[in-house]
């Protein structure tokens, strides 16, 4: 923000956890510009203030954060932070649904001052609404009750592979890694995988604890393709997607299983995408693939560098198209990206990368 205030407008109907938010914003030095309680009087307030930042909550009477976002998006698009119940399934689902929207991240409800990680939650709060704050955002018409299917795919400026007829069937395995922004970028990801790939599909996206269960959920919306959380010990099979629960890294053992290890934070991620791409480059070598989506901070690079080493395929999505050109501008400057494209470009040059029965197609 070039050293300008974050502005902050927080939307929340419960007026304690309102007054939470604000306390937590004021004492990180974030300026709270506007207080609402409903959706309505959400879209006026940024309309009328022009915040840096809006904290978003989605149940609320009359007018929901969904729709609240939405028309933000529309009118006057903000960079826009969902703050949501940690551990309900419905409002896990409703607020990734809302980051479709426009919205940037969800983050969960922070703790309250008695509890013993209330310091922790509140200041990584703080860090989240001022790196979201700096994120330059496009406005975007979405239909009230868009069906992911109406999203008409962009056109496609990735080349093939130089020999597309030695390439298909070549990649055994992918890896997705993502961060913020990263649930609609994976959403239209696997969107546009046919539903037969013949190969597993296994994503690290960072998110806080316990919205890995609702992602999963969420995702089943958009593909054909098994989704689930990985297990340990389970066998990779194609046309399914694995994601990395929280807490734990994302690894390939012996016989193509699932494995998942505790050991220590690489890059202060666990689960790291560079430990799920290191993995799979010593498992796989140039039959891997890895695709790094929108995201802050590097993480991906060095587990990119693997892949590249050992022949492996490393795709980054384009500045255009991420909500933080954060993690795949780190592989792009590095030399490391073979492409860089949009996530419809990437998942296509996956798919040609793979391959797929004749005439099947993406959901």
Not at 69 to 82: D, K, S
Not at 193 to 213: E, K
């Amino acid at each position: 923000m070039n050293g300008s205030p974050v502005r902050a407008v927080v939307v929340e109907d419960s007026v304690t956890t309102r007054a939470l938010l604000c306390e937590i914003l004021r004492g990180g030095d974030i300026e709270v510009v506007g207080e609402a309680a409903d959706g309505n009087e959400a879209v006026a307030l940024v309309r009328e203030l022009r915040p840096s930042v809006v904290l978003m909550d989605i149940q609320m009477p009359g007018v929901d954060g969904f729709e609240a976002t939405r028309r933000i998006m529309a009118e006057t698009p903000t960079p826009i932070v969902i703050v949501t119940a940690s551990y309900d399934p419905s409002d896990v689902a409703v607020s990734l649904q809302a980051t479709r929207l426009g919205a940037l991240t969800v983050q969960p409800k922070p703790s309250g001052p008695g509890a013993p990680t209330f310091e922790a939650d509140a200041a990584r709060l703080v860090a989240l609404v001022r790196a979201m704050a700096a994120v330059k955002v496009i406005g975007r018409r979405v239909p009230r009750r868009a069906a992911p299917e109406a999203e008409a795919p962009r056109a496609a400026r990735l080349a093939p592979p130089a020999d597309a007829a030695e390439a298909r069937w070549r990649t055994r395995v992918v890896g997705v890694g993502a961060s913020t922004g990263g649930p609609a970028a994976l959403y239209r990801f696997l969107a546009r995988l046919p539903a037969d790939l013949r190969a597993p599909v296994l994503v690290v996206q960072h998110i806080p604890d316990g919205f890995v269960g609702g992602l999963v959920r969420w995702l089943r919306g958009a593909t054909r393709l098994d989704v689930r959380v990985a297990e340990a010990g389970a066998a990779l099979v194609p046309a399914s997607v694995y994601l990395a629960p929280h807490g734990r890294h994302l690894e390939v053992g012996t016989g193509d299983r699932v494995r998942l290890t505790e050991r220590p934070p690489a890059g202060g991620f666990r689960p790291s995408v560079s430990v799920l791409f290191a993995s799979l480059a010593d498992h796989y070598g140039d039959a891997a693939a890895g695709v790094v989506l929108t995201g802050m901070g590097d993480d991906g690079l060095a587990g990119a560098r693997r892949l590249r080493d050992q022949g492996g395929l490393v795709l980054a999505q384009d500045e255009a198209s991420s909500v933080v050109f954060g993690m795949p501008r780190a592989v792009a400057d590095a030399g490391l990206a073979h492409a860089v494209g949009t996530v419809e470009e990437l998942a296509r040059r996956v798919a040609v990368q793979v391959g797929h029965a004749a005439g099947a197609g993406s959901r």
